[in-house]
């Protein structure tokens, strides 16, 4: 593995009025590796990623990114009012960055529709398609960037399930052709575990992290998510220090 | 007034014309994004804060028109900033401030009696007393526009689909956004004298919304609208000379009649 990090954090904490929303977080992203990024609700997945996507500025800590670093991103939905007439084929070259060759940027176009299958939808108004078709128009969109790293927030969310496995299916094919690094957020473990390195599961502070496989099996890991997405108590860590303190009650960790 | 006296166009009948159409086109590009991004509540917020600007200026003796879109600029800043900074939803904080600054706008009017001002030209508009000085200001802000959606019209479209997304591909969303504010504040402020304070909105939206039902792409939604727009203000400024009508109204009549019209087309 590639030993420049694209994206590093170090310690970032973040405050909103005055209420604590991540504490000294840590975490480092790979070329070829995909990282997830877990939780329960509230617990500050999304601030982090905007952290991370330089949305927003930490109140404390820094965050370092490899200089000339390009980002795909994926938003977790994207709600397009009917109003705007809107083709995909339209949708998706209104990615073009400005310096880049319009005949260039059709050939690459072209590529990343092949790739995801989307013959079918490019002259299909972007509104009337489903889901699932929306989430793999969405990745194309963050392909076109020619990102060194993906960032995907639920990428399967709204989607049924057998378009979920087809989605991580693709997710994984391009990591593999385009070798970009891939930070994923999700609440849903079963499906993501498969082809994660890496998983990192967030409470406000980094409650544990490693490879799907070890995690599962620590105490931490059981405490925040249960077995199978059961509700939690109030509950307290035993395996490090830096987590001994008591959290609140969260009512559900699914939705 | 009858078809023949129209022909030999006196000065301000040419101003009337000129302005009116050129505000239709220049309407247009800012009208497709209000539409887009839902914010027509924002237009007639604005509106009814130029009405506090024609009250103020007319306090301290300033050109209306400059005190209007000093105003309006101000409104469309401080609505955009107090969205950002109160939990109220925004349809709330609009109706907050529009009604706010109406009340205000016609206390200060009520406490000049002395001065009498037509409140009915601000409300209704009074296209037939268009100034030099204000044709001009159309002009520039057309030039003004028409850079924009030249320069920005991919971002703004960015920007409308998704800002996040928007933001991390590079655009410099809030300052785009800004921008656009900014024209649209203008645009309000000079449009007054066209089609009025009550009606203003329409102008932007109007013609907007008939054009989607045959628009398959942004682009054809702006020209749709652009030419809907000059219609409705030739049939407005027509419809008011044959048959005597106020002006700012009959322009939305005509607007509403294409609107009209093009509900009976199915939609793409």
């Known amino acids: 593995m590639n030993t420049t990090p694209l994206i590093e954090a170090h310690n970032i904490s973040h405050r909103f009025d005055d209420q604590d929303v991540l504490s000294n977080v840590s975490l480092s992203l790979y070329p070829d590796e995909i990282l997830t ?219 | 007034m009858s078809l023949d006296s129209l022909l030999t166009l006196p000065d301000f009948l040419l101003y009337a014309f000129a302005g009116g159409l050129l505000l239709a086109v220049i309407a247009a590009p800012l009208g497709v994004f209000v539409v887009w991004q839902k914010q027509s509540y924002f237009g007639a917020a604005l509106a009814h804060s130029a009405l506090l600007g024609v009250s103020l200026g007319l306090w301290w003796q300033l050109d209306l028109t400059l005190a209007v879109i000093a105003v309006s600029i101000l409104a469309a800043l401080s609505i955009d900033w107090l969205s950002r900074h109160t939990r109220l939803p925004s349809d709330t904080l609009l109706g907050i401030f529009a009604h706010a600054s109406l009340a205000l706008a016609l206390i200060l009017i009520s406490l000049q009696q002395p001065t009498q001002i037509d409140l009915m030209a601000y409300l209704f508009g009074d296209i037939l007393s268009l100034q030099t000085g204000e044709l001009v200001g159309i002009l520039i802000l057309g030039l003004w526009i028409g850079r924009f959606v030249w320069r920005h019209w991919s971002d703004m479209l960015n920007l409308t689909l998704n800002s996040d997304l928007a933001q991390i591909e590079g655009i410099d969303t809030r300052a785009l956004q800004r921008h656009y504010l900014l024209l649209l504040a203008i645009l309000i402020g000079l449009a007054i004298k066209v089609v009025g304070v009550l009606l203003i909105t329409s102008l932007l939206i109007m013609p907007a919304a008939s054009a989607r039902r045959f628009a398959r792409s942004p682009e054809t939604m702006l020209t749709g609208a652009m030419l809907l727009g000059v219609i409705s203000v030739l049939g407005g400024l027509l419809a008011s000379f044959l048959w005597d009508l106020p002006t700012g109204p009959a322009i939305v009549a005509a607007a509403t009649v294409l609107f009209l019209t093009s509900l009976l087309k199915r939609a793409h």
């Open chain 1, 37 to 255: 990024l877990i939780g329960p609700n509230g617990a500050g997945k999304s601030t982090l990623l905007k952290l991370l996507l330089g949305l927003m500025q930490p109140t404390q800590g820094r965050i370092q990114r490899k200089p000339g670093l390009r980002v795909g991103f994926m938003p977790q939905k994207i709600q397009i009012d009917d109003s705007l007439p809107l083709s995909v084929t339209r949708f998706l070259s209104l990615a073009r960055p400005r310096h880049e060759k319009r005949s260039e940027f059709i050939t690459k176009l072209e590529a990343v529709a092949e790739e995801l299958t989307l013959g079918g939808l490019m002259k299909r108004p972007v509104q009337k398609i489903s889901g699932g078709e929306m989430q793999r128009v969405l990745l194309a969109r963050a392909l076109l960037k020619s990102p060194d790293l993906l960032v995907l927030d639920e990428p399967v969310q709204g989607v049924d399930l057998q378009g979920q496995t087809e989605l991580y299916e693709y997710i994984n094919a391009v990591r593999l052709r385009h070798h970009c690094g891939i930070l994923m957020v999700s609440h849903d473990l079963h499906i993501v575990m498969k082809d994660t390195h890496r998983v990192l599961c967030l409470n406000q502070h980094i409650c544990c992290q490693g490879h799907p496989q070890t995690i599962s099996g620590t105490d931490a890991f059981k405490t925040l998510f249960g077995d199978g997405f059961e509700q939690l108590a109030l509950y307290e860590h035993h395996h490090s220090e830096a987590c001994e303190h008591v959290h609140p009650t969260q009512e559900s960790t699914s939705s």
